[in-house]
């Protein structure tokens, strides 16, 4: 819509998590490296926490891209509450039978899968995804499965990425075993002020347009109402885009954000 007006060859703030358009703060640099670190020393549990639209996701795809070949990751991303059967789940991630087998049977057959895969000089990574949604039987179970080793090698590799609840459950005094268990962990915050800068004009260069864009002003708007959250820095901006469009103006002011601001405040669907 507006992005042959702004010099643009895609649109720059889509939601949608794209690892081209990874934006590494200083935290995300160091929740980048302490994943990376945890797969190259076969660490047993890696846990990245942050709010929700952060940028957990990206970061999670951003490290695949870059896995080695002899790795195997299965992803589960259907996690809630009441889920039953975590270990069909796992099954299913990384395309194993799971039909008509009992726990016991699952169970075997996810082991001779992990002690194969070593054979094969193949690592094997978990991801759970929203992992705050599991229960504390669930995350029990993980632990089991983590037990599974050859000689002082970890067959299994798990990855828990979630919102802050996931940091809160995990400190309760029931998971203390699941807890001496996890190597690496990592709280990824909103984007500070002077970052807010940064990733926008980041976006922008991926997406074409070198030269700035955004006034200062306007930037900081969308950082303070956006709370420093990427993902709703990316539905603030992409809007105030359309805005300056729509008003044919070659850049987007403090004046533009704050008309959008208030139209959303006024008119959006989720005001008060």
Known sequence: MYESFYDLKEKPFSIQPDPEFLFFSKRHSMAYAMLEYGIYNRAGFSVICGEIGCGKTTIVRHLLNNLDINVTVGIVYNTHQHIDDLLGWIMLAFNQPYEGKSQIGMFDAFQQFLIKNYADDKRTILIIDEAQNLTIGALESLRMLSNINADKDQLLQIILVGQPQLRDLLKKPELQQFNQRVAVDFF??????????????????????????????????????????????????????????????????????????????????FNS
């Open 188 to 269: 990824i915050p909103p984007l500070a002020g002077f970052e807010v800068t940064k990733y926008i004009q980041h976006r922008l260069e991926i997406a074409g347009r070198i030269k700035p864009l955004f006034t200062v002003e306007a930037i900081k708007l969308i950082g303070e109402a956006a709370k420093g959250v990427p993902r709703s820095i990316n539905i603030l901006a992409d809007t105030a885009l359309v805005y300056g469009f729509s008003a044919g103006s070659l850049f987007i002011d403090e004046a533009i954000v704050a008309e959008m601001l208030a139209d959303k405040n006024e008119y959006g669907v």
